[in-house]
């Protein structure tokens, strides 16, 4: 066990994750936040998203006295020796990463650090922020670590819990090792680096994977032009250990508040060093172009034209298992049909209200289930890959929609059922039948 107390400073979905996984570890940790109704929830054991096992180890952790939640940096930070920086490194608006509240946060809970302690980033965090850090702590008996998160929404707790390696880097290789250290219980092989490595780690990681969604969509665009089928040739593809069969998956387009954000900020980072980066731009157009494409083929089935077409849209969030919104390619694909004059109904699980129109969202109305999003529809069309929309009562939909068409763009439907109900099936990444 670390012979030190952890402080973990936001409790975002990272935050929180880590926070309650570190103590679950046997850590002792304090998680502080700014905003003190969600403390005060936390305390409680309510956990305010949709993280699966997330509940049960807040609990766990609050029951064994090794999980506590402070309003405010300093209550958290006093006497700990980790201090996990989990805050928001939002897109500032040209690409790069706008660090205001982490600097914010380092300067505030500088003067309170006990020497000896460590500042670590597990927020995604731009190459030299370590550096940068420091700059701004001007403490030199602190020092300061990068320790990227790898968590996907929707699993955070079992990716925490099941790493394929830690990464830790710093200039400071005692301090690094001491991080490395907290996962040790996990048997994860750890990677200790530069700073600037392991800051760039993350970048690259999720950039890549990006590619990869972008390749295999482009290819499923293709696989409907020349009659190829784009989940064969995902199986065919993934046989070979350096592709691999993961993240394969044809789709609308990939979102949420990662890959977006960050596929940018590594293209504005080799802007910035005048490093030109062809492929993070053809990954970003390419994701573009297969929203455009799922919004065309609901266009061609609405007859040509959208407007006033009631669509149905199934699934607005970015995947399923999770209840964000954030960059989702339910929501891209929804504001180009409503920008064509698309009157849109929307069925998502964790969606329970009208979308607000801030956030820039599209106007869609939120139905209590499926069939009632489908009710008088032109087009059906699915976005989101919740498994329970592959229980729905197809022969209900058709009694109840207007048109006979369903567009699946995560191919999640049964061919056979969805021509069984008399309606024409345009999948994902093969040609319609
Ligand atoms: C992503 C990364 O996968 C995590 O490793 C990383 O830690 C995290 O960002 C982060 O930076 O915090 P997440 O945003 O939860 O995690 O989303 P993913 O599960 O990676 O999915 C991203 C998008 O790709 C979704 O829109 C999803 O539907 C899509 N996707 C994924 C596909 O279309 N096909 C696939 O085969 C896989």
């Not at 597990?122 to 602190?142: M, W």
């Not at 939909?397 to 369903?406: K, P």
């Amino acid at each position: 066990m670390a012979d030190g107390r952890i402080a973990v400073i936001g409790t975002g979905y990272v935050g929180l994750t880590s926070g309650a996984c570190l103590a679950s570890l046997g850590h002792d940790v304090v998680c502080g936040d700014v905003d003190p109704a969600k403390v005060e929830s936390l305390k409680q054991g309510k956990v305010p998203i949709l993280e699966d096992g997330l509940d049960d180890l807040v609990l766990a952790g609050i029951a064994g006295g090794n999980l506590e939640f402070v309003h405010g940096a300093d209550a958290a930070v006093r006497g700990a020796k980790y201090i996990f920086l989990c805050l928001p490194t939002p897109d500032g608006g040209d690409g790069r990463a706008d660090l205001r509240i982490v600097h914010q946060v380092v300067a505030q809970i500088g003067p309170l650090l006990d020497a000896g302690s460590i500042i670590i980033t597990k927020s995604t965090v731009p190459v030299g922020t370590a550096q940068e850090i420091t700059k701004t702590l001007g403490r030199s008996d602190v020092a300061v670590v990068s320790n990227p998160e790898f968590l996907q929404e929707g699993t955070a707790v079992r990716n925490f819990m099941n790493p394929d390696r830690v990464v830790v880097g710093s200039t400071d290789p005692a301090a690094a090792q001491a991080v490395a250290a907290l996962y040790d219980k996990l048997g994860a092989p750890a990677v200790i680096t530069s700073a600037e490595s392991s800051e760039l780690i993350k970048y690259a990681s999720n950039a890549f994977l990006a590619m990869k969604l972008s390749f295999i969509n482009s290819i499923a665009g293709l696989a409907e032009v020349v009659g190829a089928d784009a989940a064969e040739i995902a199986h065919g593809m993934g046989f070979d250990d350096r592709i691999g069969p993961k993240f394969l998956r044809a789709g609308p387009g990939w979102g949420g508040s990662c890959f977006p954000k960050d596929t940018k900020a590594l293209a504005t980072i080799a802007l910035d060093n005048g490093f030109p980066f062809p492929l993070l731009k053809a990954t970003t157009d390419s994701n573009i172009d297969a929203q455009d494409r799922v919004a065309d083929k609901v266009r061609d089935a609405a007859g040509g034209s959208l407007a006033g077409a009631k669509i149905a849209l199934w699934g607005l969030t970015f995947k399923a298992g999770t209840d964000d919104l954030r960059d989702s390619p339910a929501l891209e694909v929804a504001q180009r049909l409503a920008l064509e004059g698309a009157v849109l109904y929307g069925y998502d699980p964790t969606v329970t209200a009208d979308l607000p129109r801030r956030h820039g969202y599209p106007p869609v109305a939120a139905a209590p289930d499926p069939y009632a999003a489908a009710e008088g529809a032109a087009v059906i069309v699915l976005l989101t890959e919740w498994p329970e929309f592959g229980d729905i009562d197809l022969a209900k939909v058709a009694e109840l929609a207007a048109g006979r068409t369903i567009v699946d763009a995560r191919n999640l439907l049964d061919p056979v059922a969805v021509a069984t109900a008399g309606f024409r099936l345009v999948p994902q990444g093969r040609p319609a039948g």
